[in-house]
């Protein structure tokens, strides 16, 4: 991406000598690293909300090569707002968050194929509505089952017990951001 931006850059600086080059894209899943990259390389760039792009109510139909267009039009004019570009370090404070929610969506995924399993084998009496636990985790490994069926049960509750120690883990470096980030003391009073 590096050279390929360098390139980018030396191409507008050679087809437009002397003038103010002014880049816009739609925030989307690229993140802030290519605004990054082409502000320290002199440009001017900007990142727009996907509903902030005018659109004719007759041109409802995205594609790249209208989006395109329209950016260019309304940047030339001067009618798009940028959105908040976070820094670095509080970009990496909303990779934390994300994860963590990652994990707890894969420990849900793993929580509904153990209790899944469970009612396939008619053990129903196993899981109640209060959801899974470390202690009924670790007492659903101990079960009596035939080999198989004992070994799919402990995969899935390893998997389970894995994920739930990387959500502790992942807290604990949520709580130590916390202690170095102005924004929380404006968040717990909220």
Same mark, same amino acid.
């Not at 002014?22 to 320290?40: D, I, K, Q, V």
């Given at each position: 991406?590096?050279?390929?931006?360098?390139?980018?850059?030396?191409?507008? =600086? $050679?087809?437009?000598?002397?003038? /103010?080059? *002014?880049?816009?894209? !739609?925030?989307?899943?690229?993140?802030? $690293?290519?605004? #990054?990259?082409? @502000?320290?390389?002199?440009?001017?760039? #900007?990142?727009?909300?996907?509903?902030?792009? !005018?659109?004719?109510?007759?041109?409802?139909?995205?594609?790249?090569? %209208?989006?395109?267009? &329209?950016?260019?039009?309304?940047?030339? !004019?001067? #009618?798009?707002?940028?959105?908040?570009?976070?820094?670095?370090?509080?970009?990496?404070?909303?990779?934390? $968050? %994300?994860?963590?929610?990652?994990?707890?969506?894969?420990? +849900? #995924?793993?929580?509904?194929?153990?209790? *899944?399993?469970?009612? =396939?084998?008619?053990?129903?009496? !196993?899981?109640?509505?209060?959801?899974?636990?470390? +202690?009924?985790?670790?007492?659903?490994? /101990? =079960? @009596?089952? $035939?080999?198989?069926?004992?070994?799919?049960?402990?995969?899935?509750?390893?998997?389970?017990?894995?994920?739930?120690?990387?959500?502790? =883990?992942? &807290?604990?470096?949520?709580? &130590?951001? @916390?202690?170095?980030?102005?924004?929380?003391?404006?968040?717990? *009073?909220?």
């Amino acid at each position: 991406l590096l050279a390929d931006l360098r390139l980018l850059v030396e191409y507008c =600086r $050679s087809k437009f000598k002397g003038a /103010e080059i *002014s880049t816009a894209y !739609e925030a989307a899943s690229c993140g802030f $690293s290519l605004h #990054r990259l082409l @502000a320290n390389s002199g440009l001017n760039s #900007r990142i727009v909300h996907p509903a902030g792009v !005018e659109v004719a109510v007759r041109e409802r139909v995205k594609n790249d090569r %209208r989006d395109s267009e &329209k950016i260019a039009t309304q940047l030339a !004019e001067g #009618r798009l707002m940028g959105i908040h570009i976070p820094t670095v370090q509080r970009e990496g404070f909303r990779e934390i $968050s %994300r994860l963590r929610e990652d994990f707890v969506r894969k420990r +849900n #995924r793993v929580s509904a194929q153990i209790k *899944s399993f469970l009612h =396939r084998q008619g053990l129903f009496s !196993e899981m109640d509505d209060n959801g899974l636990s470390k +202690n009924k985790v670790v007492a659903l490994m /101990e =079960r @009596a089952l $035939s080999e198989d069926l004992s070994f799919t049960l402990r995969k899935l509750c390893e998997e389970w017990l894995y994920l739930t120690e990387q959500i502790e =883990r992942i &807290k604990e470096r949520l709580e &130590k951001q @916390a202690e170095n980030d102005p924004l929380e003391k404006i968040y717990e *009073s909220l």
